[in-house]
């Protein structure tokens, strides 16, 4: 699919994922951005510069709602599927949860259908891999969950079927459709629902008020950052390749441990606050490996697409944002 001249609506447009894939999109020469969002976790407060362009337009809707869905992605060629609850909701509102990723999904993929749609990319997640045992973790990797906390087992259940829902219709309706599997996101307009991404900003945020950053455990906890730059691109090299009914991980392929993290974060900041080493009362865990190796030899493969961000350079672009 040419993303140049095309029409495409962003699900969650107005989120951390969906605002770079809008920005990237429109740099693409696309003729019309339609960013759909129900406002429940984040405002138009960030994302002005995006709605000057005359080519986007601000809908107000909700991926639960067949109807509204209808309405948004008429006359679209393509739909970046990329609202979603994540696991820090998922423990408040489980039943929510549920209905959003899962059946919101279904809605987008049938509206999708009526609406002669050609291609939609799922915002999936390396949850669906759980917590994974040591060694190279590819898309084969079946889900481990029975180390979980029922937070991250139910929001990585929902990314499988949703998922599963992509190569149906891909299969039997012919709406193509391409699942990214995330590794923990973070970037520019960052928000404070990632579990795993939280612990940059959080680390930021204690420095930056030249408090001692809070670390869990002894800090060998490790987790694949790839930067929202990269994710976006990869949405739209998947939009714009032949490919249908498959699943990529998105990752850099390297992990990074807290101690590192907070050890970045000094360094940018030029400060020299050591850690503190606790636990946080009631705070939500989704796994808490020391070894994590995710393979992007698939998506490299399929579509070209490889990271270019260092965790380095993408954690200096974030504390730039942060401070400004």
């Known amino acids: ?96 949860g549920i209905e959003v990723n899962a059946l919101g999904h279904f809605n987008i993929l049938e509206a999708a259908r009526h609406r002669g749609v050609k291609k939609v990319v799922f915002s999936s997640s390396v949850a669906t891999y759980g917590d994974p045992e040591p060694g190279l973790i590819d898309e084969t990797r079946p889900y481990r969950f029975h180390t979980m906390s029922p937070p991250g087992v139910l929001y990585g259940a929902t990314k499988i079927i949703g998922e599963t829902l992509g190569r149906l219709y891909s299969d039997r309706h012919g709406v193509r459709s391409v699942s990214l599997r995330y590794a923990t996101v973070y970037g520019e307009r960052q928000h404070y629902r990632g579990v795993n991404a939280l612990y940059i900003i959080e680390a930021y945020d204690r420095i930056a008020r030249g408090e001692a950053p809070v670390i869990p455990g002894d800090g060998s906890e490790v987790h694949d950052y790839v930067h929202v730059s990269d994710v976006a691109r990869a949405n739209l090299m998947a939009m714009d390749s032949d490919v249908t009914g498959e699943v990529f991980n998105v990752a850099t392929g390297k992990a990074t441990s807290l101690n590192r993290l907070v050890e970045i974060v000094n360094e940018v900041t030029g400060a020299n606050i050591a850690p503190v080493y606790q636990e946080t009362a009631g705070a939500v865990r989704v796994t808490t490996s020391s070894e994590l190796t995710f393979s992007i030899d698939k998506i490299a493969k399929a579509i070209g697409w490889a990271p270019e961000v260092s965790i380095e350079e993408g954690i200096a672009r974030l504390i730039a944002w942060r401070r400004g």
């Open 1 to 96: 699919m040419t993303l140049k001249g095309g029409r495409f609506v962003v699900t969650g447009g107005i989120s951390l994922i969906g605002s770079h894939v809008a920005e990237q999109l429109l740099a693409a020469g696309a003729s019309h951005v339609a960013l759909l969002d129900n406002f429940s976790l984040g405002s138009t407060e960030m994302i002005g510069h995006l709605l000057d362009d005359p080519r986007v337009t601000l809908v107000r809707g909700d991926i639960t709602r067949l109807n509204e869905l209808m309405d948004a992605f008429e006359g679209a060629a393509g739909v970046f599927a990329i609202a979603g609850f994540l696991t820090l909701p998922f423990s408040a509102n489980p039943g929510l």
